[in-house]
């Protein structure tokens, strides 16, 4: 009887490590972020299919596939078909197929879900404590930033992965059962809307300089129009300005900063805006 074939913690958690700082190291438009996967999984190859040259090289075949993904959250992908190889090279009958499949139809929607999570709303609000701090001219906003983005990153992606480890083939249906993702979409979206909110408030700023005179009467419309109809209406008019024609002109950004520094440029010849 052939000897059980099993990964340690210490093998699990060295490939959980080697996918967070190489997922990226060869990314590439053929195969994006496949070769960082293989790399990861190197050690786990050798120790499953090391006495098996065609099942060792069919391991590395199936894992030089397309896959592409956020890296973090979508860590549980990797630790679901890691658990998957383990049971293959212990007999179970998991195809090449299936092991794919579970990487295609899952790679998607899990970089949904971690790109809203931290190029949404996490590093957004992030952003806005470091950039709080630095532009009062204190050093400590980008290391703040820094430490607070890695102390909540890394726990995540480890927390992540292992999950997908335990949970292994069975653990799909888990995930994908209810409304869970779709309910962390809604919330996670909801927040990223309300933290770009307030840094458009924070550091859009647009000010009307025209002054309208009555005689010996001088009436400046930012203070006594625009301010009393509606305090900062200016910026927001800006900001959903750049939102329509970037998502509903489709326009390209730098077409969009090209549009709002003719607008300045126009708005400061006639001394409207200042």
Not at 27 to 48: D, M, P, W
Not at 97 to 107: F, P, R, W, Y
Not at 219 to 242: S, Y
Request: hydrophobic share 45%; net charge neutral.
């Amino acid at each position: 009887m052939a000897e059980e074939k099993r990964l340690s913690k210490k093998d699990v958690v060295k490939a959980f490590w080697r996918w967070t700082f190489f997922s990226h190291a060869n990314y590439n438009y053929e195969r994006l972020e496949a070769t960082g996967l293989v790399h990861s999984y190197k050690h786990v190859i050798k120790k499953l299919y090391g006495d098996d040259p065609e099942e060792y090289k069919a391991c590395i075949k199936r894992h030089m596939q397309f896959f592409n993904t956020e890296p973090h959250i979508g860590g549980v992908i990797p630790g679901i078909v890691l658990a998957m190889e383990e049971e293959r090279a212990n007999g179970a009958p998991i195809t090449d197929e299936a092991i794919n499949g579970v990487k295609t139809g899952l790679m998607g929607p899990f970089a949904g879900i971690g790109d809203t999570l931290w190029q949404g709303t996490l590093t957004p609000l992030l952003l806005a404590f470091g950039i709080s701090l630095g532009s009062q001219g204190n050093l400590m906003g980008p290391l703040v930033y820094t430490l607070l983005m890695f102390g909540v990153m890394f726990p995540a992606a480890y927390i992540c992965w292992m999950k997908g480890y335990e949970l292994g083939k069975d653990g799909i249906e888990k995930i994908l059962g209810g409304n869970q993702l779709q309910m962390l979409i809604t919330g996670a979206s909801a927040m990223g809307a309300i933290v770009l909110g307030a840094l458009s408030s924070q550091f859009v700023t647009v000010n009307c300089a025209a002054v309208i005179k009555f005689g010996a009467l001088e009436m400046n419309v930012q203070e006594t129009v625009f301010d009393a109809l509606f305090k900062g209406i200016l910026p927001l008019g800006v900001t959903l300005l750049t939102l329509y024609l970037l998502k509903n002109r489709k326009m390209k950004a730098t077409t969009v900063m090209g549009i709002l520094i003719l607008i300045g440029l126009a708005g400061g010849v006639i001394g409207f805006l200042g």
